[in-house]
């Protein structure tokens, strides 16, 4: 199956697009941080399932939020990487005050 996008730069409006209601973007920038921060004290603290339940924390907000926020299907089923990078991006973009405006400037918001 050829991929419909052939750069992040292609998937990003998508992948905003897919994001549209306010609820989901804080549900996922959300899930991000904790995922990130439960990461980082696997690592250098421990213990080591914390390493593990990381993705289950960021994967499992954003799919809740898919399914009953957004009702579309996640796009890390299709796009793992991509996705995984709009996730990481998103959560900066709010972390920095700057979501608004990126969100302004694909029309959405």
């Given at each position: 199956m050829e991929d419909r996008f052939r750069s992040f730069a292609e998937f990003w409006p998508f992948y905003l697009r897919e994001?549209?209601?306010a609820?989901?973007?804080a549900v996922?920038?959300?899930?991000?941080?904790?995922?990130?921060?439960?990461?980082?004290?696997g690592i250098v603290n421990?213990?080591?399932w914390l390493v593990l339940l990381a993705p289950v924390i960021g994967y499992g907000c954003a799919w809740v939020s898919h399914f009953f926020?957004?009702?579309n299907r996640p796009a890390t089923f299709t796009y793992p990487?991509?996705?995984?990078?709009?996730?990481?991006r998103l959560a900066w973009l709010a972390a920095t005050g700057r979501?608004?405006?990126e969100l302004r400037r694909h029309g959405l918001g």
């Open positions: 994001h549209a209601r609820a989901t973007r996922h920038v959300v899930g991000t941080w904790v995922a990130l921060a439960v990461l980082v004290v421990g213990p080591w926020i957004e009702r990487t991509w996705s995984l990078l709009g996730d990481l979501l608004g405006a």
